[in-house]
């Protein structure tokens, strides 16, 4: 009896002691999981859109304003999902490909984007998304490729 109860106590501590890290090797040193922000903050940040660089907005009311002017002749696929994912600190396209006019972009992460951003914030966001890579030239529809959740649903979308 004695012998097993310190067995099993081993066998305890050396899987505890097996488990694996929470670190993640990430190539890009700057980029934080938005699972990761939320879980440690478990706080949504009221300003979650700059319009530092942003080239459009849209209001409460999802009216569209042009910020500011592009030239699209030097515009690339790259150059605007770098805006989109410098302007939305939470929501992160990973990756496109395009097919004829329309741009499929894919948003792995999309809890923000449909649980925590609320109706009104996730349609602000697939807004401001589609009139930016739609500016693209020969871009008229944006195929979002996301898990579905309460507040915003995949799918084609245009101006």
Known sequence: MKYSLLSFFYICALCSSCGSSNTKQLHNENYHDPRDTFIHKNVFPIDSFQKSTAIWS????????????????????????SILNLDWNYVRISSYRISHDTIF??????????????????????????FTLTELPGIK???????????????????
């Open 58 to 81: 849209a209001d409460t009311n999802f009216k569209m304003t042009r910020l500011r002017n592009v030239n699209s002749d030097t515009l690339t696929p790259e150059k605007l999902i």
């Open 141 to 159: 529809y944006v195929h979002f490729n996301f898990e579905e959740g309460d507040h915003a649903s995949p799918g084609t979308y245009s101006r």
């Open 105 to 130: 972009v894919a948003i792995p992460f999309s809890n923000v984007l449909t649980q925590q951003m609320g109706t009104t914030g996730a349609i602000q966001y697939l807004s401001v998304a589609t």
